[in-house]
């Protein structure tokens, strides 16, 4: 089993001012599964990584991802993309994430909140896709992508006036909770 070791890392170690030896008396864990788990050495039971976890107000999730997972599509890199090419871009980007998704279904792509300090709108927008593609997949949405991301004004994404009153009627739920609305075949690739 191969796993991303997110919470015991020698940093949170030191910022939770946890020692090995501190954590064996806390957690009932030998010391070489602890050494094991924060440096990525080991070969800990879920169990062991449960108790751990525990430990730093953590929480696990196991999450089934394709041999070849790649993060150049993931919502992260994404947002990046869209940062470095502009607001714009934010489209073609979007879509190349919803194609790969569609293509993969790797979820690991779908699992990280966009970088702080992103753009409000796309957020929000990005938030709703994840959603809707979990949904589609029958997958639950990850945690970020579940929080409401209310705009103050409604954003039609077509932009054309006579597409308006379709969009109300046909955006799904994912989008109009965040006061976003679309045509039916928004995320329809040719």
Same mark, same amino acid.
């Given at each position: 089993?191969?796993?991303? /070791?997110?919470?015991?890392?020698k940093?949170l170690?030191k910022l939770? !001012?946890?020692?090995e030896? $501190?954590l064996?008396k806390?957690?009932?864990?030998?010391r070489?599964?602890i050494?094991g788990?924060?440096?990525?050495?080991g /070969?800990?039971?879920?169990?062991?990584?449960?108790?751990?976890?525990a430990?730093?107000?953590r929480?696990?999730e196991?999450?089934a991802?394709?041999r070849?997972?790649?993060t150049e599509f993931?919502?992260?890199?994404t947002?990046?993309?869209v940062?470095?090419?502009?607001f714009?871009?934010?489209?073609?980007h979007?879509m190349?994430?919803?194609?790969t998704?569609?293509?993969?279904?790797?979820?690991h792509?779908l699992?990280l909140a966009?970088?702080? !300090?992103?753009?409000?709108?796309?957020? $929000?927008?990005?938030?709703?896709?994840?959603?809707e593609?979990? !949904?589609?997949? !029958?997958?639950?949405?990850?945690?970020? $992508?579940?929080?409401?991301?209310?705009l103050d004004?409604?954003?039609?994404?077509?932009?054309?006036?006579?597409?308006?009153?379709?969009?109300?009627l046909?955006?799904?739920?994912?989008?109009?909770? /965040?006061?976003?609305f679309v045509?039916?075949n928004?995320? $329809?690739?040719?």
């Amino acid at each position: 089993m191969k796993y991303h /070791n997110y919470f015991a890392s020698k940093t949170l170690l030191k910022l939770k !001012g946890f020692t090995e030896r $501190a954590l064996v008396k806390r957690t009932s864990l030998s010391r070489s599964t602890i050494r094991g788990i924060t440096t990525n050495s080991g /070969n800990p039971t879920v169990q062991s990584l449960i108790n751990l976890a525990a430990e730093f107000d953590r929480e696990i999730e196991i999450l089934a991802v394709p041999r070849n997972s790649s993060t150049e599509f993931s919502t992260v890199a994404t947002c990046y993309k869209v940062n470095r090419d502009g607001f714009n871009s934010s489209k073609i980007h979007f879509m190349d994430l919803v194609d790969t998704y569609r293509q993969t279904l790797d979820p690991h792509q779908l699992l990280l909140a966009p970088p702080k !300090g992103f753009n409000k709108q796309l957020t $929000a927008l990005l938030a709703s896709i994840v959603s809707e593609l979990c !949904g589609v997949s !029958g997958i639950d949405s990850p945690r970020w $992508a579940t929080k409401r991301f209310y705009l103050d004004i409604p954003w039609f994404i077509s932009e054309v006036e006579s597409l308006k009153a379709s969009a109300i009627l046909e955006s799904p739920i994912t989008f109009r909770k /965040n006061n976003i609305f679309v045509q039916e075949n928004f995320l $329809a690739r040719a």
